[in-house]
């Protein structure tokens, strides 16, 4: 048998599919409810984890350059001692004032660059010292979050575990309950449903307001959503109005309850004595 034409489908029919598709996000809603702020707090934990991962390579970056600028000056010694070396050597060659005093400032000028250079050393290995406190610091942090991380996917996924049968079933009925609704419909259901706070799109009357926001709705209104000839929007929250009966919702109106016959207090009164015998006259 062919499938049924969404734009086909009546007032009626398109309100009760409708109202079934959110009973049923609604159930999802609540599966996912249970879940509370997990979901949340894991990729919160996750980005945490991810920015302490880049802090750590950065930390590591700027140790390996301090260890780098170590070396080299280190290499810079070596070389200022071999000049030192050399140029003592050549005083002794020395033919006059003026190549012994260029040979002075030479190995004078050389010694500062050893001094500077064991200076930049020594700069440097504190550097790194900081920066391997801090790496270490961190790597705890890291080590922290981890576990606080493992605990809440545990938990999270306990919890998935024990809803994800139920909410693969409720995915499929939602499936099958869009496909017969007409698409801008359910276009403006979504979007409604999305802006609304509680989640829901379409709501049935209660106590003459609207379901989802409690506006009073006219009796003018009311009549026009229980004879299911158009779609009918609240005016004030803009949800899909439903009549009760049409959503299969039992509306208990409060009866005129028979009230109790009160009974009737009786005063209990002294009963005069008739048989009271006067004093005689003296």
Request: aromatic residues 4%.
């Amino acid at each position: 048998m062919a499938k049924k034409d969404p734009t086909d489908l009546s007032v009626e029919e398109r309100l009760k599919t409708l109202y079934q598709l959110q009973t049923t996000l609604s159930e999802i809603d609540e599966k996912r409810a249970l879940r509370g702020e997990l979901p949340l707090e894991v990729e919160d934990l996750e980005d945490e984890i991810a920015g302490l991962t880049t802090r750590i390579e950065k930390i590591q970056n700027d140790i390996d350059e301090y260890q780098r600028a170590v070396s080299q000056k280190k290499g810079e010694i070596e070389t200022a001692k071999s000049s030192v070396e050399r140029y003592k050597s050549q005083l002794n060659d020395v033919k006059n004032n003026r190549e012994y005093d260029t040979l002075s400032k030479e190995i004078e000028f050389q010694s500062l660059e050893i001094e500077l250079c064991n200076k930049k050393i020594k700069e440097a290995n504190f550097k790194i010292e900081e920066k391997k406190a801090e790496l270490e610091q961190t790597q705890a942090v890291i080590d922290d979050r981890h576990q606080a991380l493992d605990m809440k996917k545990a938990e999270l996924d306990e919890i998935m575990e024990e809803t994800r049968a139920e909410e693969e079933k409720l995915k499929l009925k939602v499936k099958e309950l869009e496909i017969k609704i007409e698409p801008r419909l359910l276009t403006s259901f979504k979007r409604i449903r999305k802006n609304a706070r509680n989640g829901l799109g379409i709501v049935y009357v209660q106590r003459d307001a609207c379901g989802g926001c409690f506006n009073k709705i006219p009796p003018q209104r009311q009549l026009d959503i229980k004879m299911h000839k158009k779609i009918i929007v609240c005016e004030y929250c803009g949800r899909i109005l439903i009549d009760p009966e049409l959503a299969g919702v039992k509306i208990v109106t409060p009866g005129t309850e028979e009230k109790k016959p009160r009974k009737r207090a009786i005063r209990k009164t002294l009963k005069k004595d008739e048989d009271v015998v006067p004093e005689a006259e003296a």
